[in-house]
């Protein structure tokens, strides 16, 4: 797609920039310390409970993998031999959350956001709760569907949410805080399940795993804080001094201007839809999803293929998780301190294909097949967080990212589904199809950020050859081309 024609932009858009704009006269352009002290101050409000959030829900859509060794086949799937019922019951949940990432995403933007994050977190509270009462597969699959309807209200919605407070160059780091939760939950899960095993109760380990992890009461009392502690856009939240309002809103202008209030640029979802990078991210994460649901399904049951006992195999998920925080933290770091995003991203999916490459040559020696677990977890965590920060700038208008990030999520999530029927029973120990399909995965996905990486440099460089290369700060009008704007730079 040709970048547009200046000329073609209108003046009259409403956006942030209307309100407040280094522009203005009465404008004073704030010092170092006092950015420092409004980031600090919306950090201290926004992460702590974001993350607490995605914790219980990453826990409440991977505690399956745990639960499968605690008996659950055994008592309400009629044994399940072949692993065909578990691996329904798993995708079961992709299917509600692919259907309505990209309606509920864009509907999020005519509501409070944290309203919205709010009621998404007290519905999905509720659907993981009740799996515990689950009696058959029936109950069980009913359960995951209506899980993944209310998470599909709130993961997508984040980076959109972030990007309202957080300029590029912060962005990434405290997405890879956000996302790095759901590794922190994969760590968690398993010492969760590794006491849960050794516990003597009268219902059975499963439904107490459930109970735990799922912390619906927790996921409820929290959803509820949100409402409270939250700030709205930045315009309208309560939590600023009207200095630091100011402040805000020039920084939701830096890099591209903001829209005002509840609103929606319909020109801008169909932009979404013609791009082309779009969809290749989308081939991106859906061999990272597809890597992503077999690791919080069948890690597990991949490691006590090396010999260990249930109980044991579950604790020694703990570490890989372990490691992948912090893996993908330093990896954002290194992105936002570089500002480019898709060289890291093919590096993370080559440690994630080595992983594989590992547990699919390697078959007598357990060490390096546990070392190679913390390959594919740090490298498919990482990837993933990454490539969210990565077009929660790259997309321009908050419309847009309202739309082609749940766009490339739910082409993602096609993947999770066959993740989750890459590793039935039949093939085990080897799991030869399994490993072989998600290696091939990540290579595609390292080729594409490649790919990616270099198309948004040499847009860039066409632009600063047509228009000029643009002051570092300067307002960035996107409310008419989204990031077609000629003034608009990619994040390559």
Not at 115 to 137: C, D, E, I, Q
Not at 250 to 261: E, F, I, L, Q, Y
Request: proline share 5%; with cysteine; charged share 15%.
């Amino acid at each position: 797609m040709k970048d547009a024609d200046p000329r073609t932009q209108e003046d009259d858009t409403k956006s942030t920039s209307d309100l407040e704009s280094p522009s203005n006269s009465n404008y004073n352009v704030p010092t170092a310390a006092e950015e420092k002290k409004l980031v600090r101050k919306l950090d201290w409000y926004i992460l702590p409970i974001t993350c607490l959030l995605y914790l219980f829900a990453y826990l409440d859509r991977s505690n399956l993998g745990n639960a499968r060794l605690q008996g659950l086949p055994e008592d309400i799937l009629n044994g399940d031999p072949t692993g065909s019922y578990f691996d329904w019951v798993n995708s079961s949940f992709f299917f509600s959350y692919i259907i309505f990432q990209i309606p509920a995403t864009i509907a999020s933007k005519l509501f409070p956001p944290q309203r919205w994050l709010s009621v998404a977190a007290v519905g999905w509270g509720l659907a993981s709760t009740l799996m515990a009462t689950a009696k058959n597969f029936g109950g069980l699959v009913t359960a995951r569907v209506f899980l993944g309807l209310f998470e599909a209200c709130f993961g997508p919605g984040i980076p959109l949410y972030y990007s309202l407070f957080y300029t590029k160059e912060e962005l990434g780091l405290r997405l890879a805080y956000w996302f790095g939760f759901a590794a922190v939950a994969g760590a968690f899960g398993g010492l969760i399940a590794f006491g849960i095993q050794q516990s003597t109760v009268h219902i059975a380990h499963w439904q107490l795993l459930f109970i735990n992890e799922a912390g619906g009461a927790a996921t409820v009392l929290i959803g509820i804080l949100s409402v409270f502690i939250l700030p709205h856009r930045p315009e309208a939240t309560k939590i600023f001094t009207p200095r630091e309002r100011e402040i805000a809103i020039s920084r939701m202008n830096k890099d591209a201007t903001g829209d005002v209030g509840a609103t929606v640029n319909k020109a801008h979802i169909w932009l979404a839809f013609r791009d082309w990078r779009i969809y290749t991210a989308g081939v991106i994460y859906f061999g990272l999803n597809s890597a992503l649901a077999s690791i919080s399904a069948f890690l597990p049951t991949i490691i006590k293929t090396f010999g260990y006992t249930n109980a044991l195999a579950q604790l020694l998920t703990v570490p890989p998780y372990a490691v992948a925080a912090v893996v993908m933290t330093m990896f954002a770091y290194a992105t936002d301190r570089m500002q480019t995003r898709g060289l890291f991203m093919s590096v993370a999916c080559l440690i994630g294909a080595l992983g594989y490459l590992l547990l699919l040559t390697v078959h007598d020696n357990n060490s390096v097949r546990y070392f190679a677990t913390f390959c594919i977890t740090s490298g498919t965590y990482t990837t993933i967080g990454i490539i969210i920060a990565w077009f929660a700038h790259n997309l321009g208008s908050e419309t847009k990212k309202a739309t082609g990030i749940p766009m490339f999520m739910a082409i993602g999530q096609c993947g999770s589904i066959l993740g989750s029927h890459l590793f039935p029973k039949t093939d085990g120990p080897k799991y030869i199809r399994g490993f072989g399909v998600i290696c091939a995965l990540e290579l595609l996905a390292a080729l594409c950020c490649f790919i990616l990486h270099v198309s948004y440099r040499i847009s860039n460089k066409r632009r600063d050859a047509l228009y000029g290369v643009p002051k570092p700060g300067a307002k960035v009008n996107t409310s008419v081309l989204a990031d077609q704007a000629p003034e608009f730079r990619y994040m390559s």
